[in-house]
């Protein structure tokens, strides 16, 4: 295996491009913004499959693992990418730069789908990505599909993890002072109290596009 593959998932406008952006921003020692996102939105922004490595400063070299993105999962039928679409993903039979279609999941018959999926093309380690602000109002539709998801991700054994964003808004203190975060009992409750057992048990905290 060359590089580690890290595939985030989690609802639409949770901040996985965002997150992206800011480890590459603090491996890269300046801003970068390769991963586009957009947390208004009502859609996905994300619609394709896409990876991405993070360079060293030496030229051609890379870190050891590699970040994917993917669509955000939504409540409706027809709307985000599909839950199985995201076990393919693990499975490593999506190529890079499928574009997502949600009325119909990937077939072995499409230019999209990896047959011969190497180790390096599969899923090693599953991230989730919540938003605090949102995490009450998603709905039950989407944590049920959140739910399919680290299931199967348990199955295959890859491990898991979540990250809470935009800690900032749901918490005073916090948006003072960053470093409040360890003193939030607000936060802490959200860590704890985990819907549908959606959220895994190692939990990262980050704030808008910076990373603790």
Avoid at 19 to 47: C, E, H, K, P, W
Avoid at 93 to 104: C, I, L, T
Avoid at 160 to 174: F, G, K, M, S, Y
Wanted: hydrophobic content about 35%.
């Amino acid at each position: 295996i060359q590089q580690l593959r890290i595939l985030l998932c989690g609802p639409c406008g949770a901040g996985k491009s965002s997150f992206i952006n800011s480890v590459d921003s603090a491996l890269q020692g300046r801003m970068t913004g390769r991963a586009t996102g957009y947390a208004l939105f009502q859609d996905s922004f994300t619609t394709d499959y896409r990876t991405f490595k993070i360079q060293k400063e030496a030229r051609g070299t890379f870190y050891p693992f590699a970040l994917s993105d993917i669509m955000g999962l939504e409540r409706d039928t027809g709307r985000g990418v599909r839950v199985e679409d995201i076990k393919l993903a693990m499975k490593g039979h999506v190529r890079d730069g499928y574009k997502f279609n949600p009325n119909a999941a990937l077939s072995d018959q499409d230019n999209g789908y990896n047959n011969n999926p190497s180790p390096n093309d599969k899923v090693h380690v599953l991230v989730c990505v919540v938003s605090a602000y949102a995490l009450n109002l998603i709905p039950p539709e989407t944590m049920t599909k959140m739910r399919e998801v680290q299931l199967a991700a348990r199955a295959l054994r890859i491990p898991q993890l979540a990250v809470l964003t935009r800690i900032d808004e749901v918490c005073p203190e916090v948006n003072k002072d960053i470093k409040n975060v360890y003193k939030s009992i607000y936060v802490k409750k959200q860590i704890r109290c985990k819907p549908t057992g959606c959220l895994f048990t190692d939990t990262h905290i980050t704030k808008k596009t910076n990373f603790l």
